[in-house]
């Protein structure tokens, strides 16, 4: 197996970040296997989803709608509703593994690899790529 650790900003608010060109970078070359894309963090999780058409906007409204920033979570440290941070990782989760081909990571046509960070306390995430050949 290898793996990397790659660093993103994500700045001081709730942001959907494509790392489909970092993806896809690591994967470059390696023939058939797997690639895993893992998150390190308690607070942000990773989606296959279209950007760019304002399903990054939807999905971040849709998290304020499921999970709210309110100040009713038990889990209170850090800014205002911080607790559904800490929940968020059960919907959606820090990991991924994709199928890669030939070098190329099977995507389909309209699907990025996303970082989801609603948490703002935290300005930089890192992301870990491994990949086991096939």
Same mark, same amino acid.
């Given at each position: ?11 001081? %608010? ?9 993806a896809e970078?690591?994967?470059? *070359?390696? *023939? ?11 607070t942000?999780?990773? /989606?296959?989803?279209?950007? &760019?058409a ?12 499921? !999970?709210? /920033?309110?100040?009713?979570? %038990?889990?209170?440290?850090?800014? %205002? &509703?911080? &607790? ?5 990782p ?5 990991y991924?593994?994709l199928?890669?081909? *030939? &070098? ?5 046509t309209?699907?990025?690899i ?17 990949? !086991?050949? *096939?």
């Open positions: 197996m290898d793996t990397t650790v790659i660093t993103v900003r994500t700045g001081d %608010r709730p942001v959907v970040a494509d790392i489909t060109s970092e970078a690591f994967a470059r *070359g390696r *023939g058939d296997g797997l690639l895993h894309v893992f998150v390190p963090h308690a942000a999780g990773l /989606a296959i989803i279209e950007t &760019g304002g399903s990054d906007d939807d999905l971040l409204t849709a998290i304020d709608e499921l !999970l709210p /920033a309110e100040d009713k979570w %038990r889990h209170r440290h850090g800014s %205002r &509703g911080h &607790g559904r941070d800490h929940v968020l059960a919907w959606i989760p820090p991924a593994t199928p890669v081909i *030939g &070098g190329r990571i099977a995507l389909g309209w699907q990025s996303c970082l989801v960070d609603p948490n703002g306390d935290n300005p930089e995430r890192q992301v870990r790529f491994s990949f !086991l050949n *096939g």
